[in-house]
């Protein structure tokens, strides 16, 4: 974990590695009563992907401590199976730690190297209609502090395709009125890079910089009402339950996924794409959102037909 601050990682992506790992570490315990990386065998870890196929959500926990915050027993998906995309980030997890170890020479062999990633099947992202997304903003009690913030960066996620961590970090600097663009300094891949906005959400942009400013001295441009920076999960949390009120499954990624169909059903190329969303390549953003539905396709057909175009 140590290396892994020292690469600057994102918070949510180090918490996955050390949940995966002393879950992981918990099992080879109790099963194996091994307790050293260098006895841990590929049969292991083997067999401990045929065990997360086999036992359900939230039975196992990393630390016994964690049940009287978090409840798992009271949670409705109880003893679901768990999923493909969870199974393959745990093998993903594990097999760059053996990776880091045996790079740094404290394994002779690697016991991950022949263990094959999961690909999960790919599920196709929802894409929201305008009236779920009419709905969800219509939800947002805009004439209190929380509701206009939570109602303006919904807008300002939605219109850039920036992440939710990007979004809560922001500071009023990073915003170029005269560009319409905003500078994004501290993204997943660690590369600054910008975002752009509406004319549109130009407008609603500078009523909550004069409204923040009456509340708030804090640097950050969307912060708690205390001047902190507001945590994601909070936002994701009050996104949930938004959606939950006005019957719409919604979640914080899903308004860069809607950003990124929405775009490219009106017309906007992939090249571009790639560079607004901070993907490392334009094969990245394909692989991401090629998975449109047969009325999406059928939709974008209709502004591309040669016919309809031509006036023939």
Request: glycine share 4%.
């Amino acid at each position: 974990m140590v290396y892994c601050d020292s690469k600057a990682l994102a918070r949510k992506t180090k918490a996955s590695y050390e949940q995966t790992l002393n879950l992981f570490a918990r099992y080879m315990d109790e099963q194996y009563n091994v307790t050293e990386v260098s006895e841990v065998k590929t049969a292991h870890i083997r067999a401990y992907i045929k065990y997360l196929r086999e036992r359900g959500k939230y039975t196992v926990v990393a630390r016994d401590s964690s049940k009287i915050k978090n409840f798992p027993d009271n949670r409705p998906d109880l003893n679901k199976p768990i999923s493909d995309s969870t199974i393959a980030n745990y093998v993903r997890n594990i097999k760059v730690f053996f990776n880091f170890l045996h790079s740094e020479r404290e394994i002779k062999e690697n016991p991950a190297e022949k263990v094959k990633n999961i690909k999960p099947m790919r599920k196709q992202k929802a894409l929201m209609t305008r009236e779920e997304i009419k709905r969800i903003l219509d939800a947002c009690e805009t004439s209190t502090f929380h509701g206009f913030r939570s109602w303006i960066m919904i807008r300002l996620m939605l219109d850039t395709g920036m992440r939710s961590g990007e979004c809560v970090s922001l500071r009023p600097e990073n915003v170029d009125f005269k560009a319409r663009a905003i500078l994004i300094e501290n993204p997943k891949n660690n590369r600054q890079r910008y975002v752009f906005f509406s004319y549109k959400l130009t407008h609603d942009l500078k009523r909550w910089f004069s409204y923040r400013d009456r509340f708030s001295d804090s640097p950050y441009l969307f912060p708690t009402i205390r001047g902190t920076m507001l945590d994601i999960s909070n936002f994701e949390r009050m996104l949930k339950k938004i959606g939950k009120q006005v019957g719409v499954d919604i979640h914080a990624h899903q308004l860069r996924n809607n950003f990124a169909k929405y775009y490219l059903l009106n017309g906007g190329d992939f090249v571009t794409l790639s560079r607004i969303l901070g993907h490392s390549s334009v094969e990245v953003t394909q692989q991401a959102y090629l998975d449109f539905t047969d009325g999406e396709v059928a939709k974008k057909y209709q502004q591309h037909s040669p016919l309809n175009n031509l006036g023939l």
